[in-house]
């Protein structure tokens, strides 16, 4: 699974991007997403960043992209919006 966040300024860069990674995953918090990872997922996720919003990106935008293994513990407490039906407490 891959864990992208994001941390970009422009309201309409930052919708394009949000609406670009729903393709791929679902939205678990405001600026994160899970994806399912395959390298080919990873490529066309880096690819489509470099060419269509690299360039828009200023000096305070980011976005991070994590490798989390499938066997690897995730916590999760509260109650996410996008994600009511799926709460684990550890």
Do not use: W
Not at 13 to 37: A, C, D, L, P
Request: aromatic content about 12%; glycine content about 4%; some cysteine.
């Amino acid at each position: 699974m891959l864990l992208v966040l994001y941390d970009i300024k422009n309201d309409k860069t930052r919708t394009h991007f949000s609406k670009f990674i729903q393709r791929f995953g679902r939205r678990v918090q405001y600026s994160v997403f899970e994806v399912k990872n395959s390298p080919r997922i990873l490529e066309n996720i880096s690819v489509e960043i470099r060419l269509r919003f690299e360039k828009r990106f200023t000096q305070g935008d980011s976005v991070l992209i994590y490798d989390v293994a499938d066997n690897s513990c995730i916590g999760r407490f509260g109650y996410p919006k996008n994600e009511e039906s799926d709460l684990i407490i550890m």
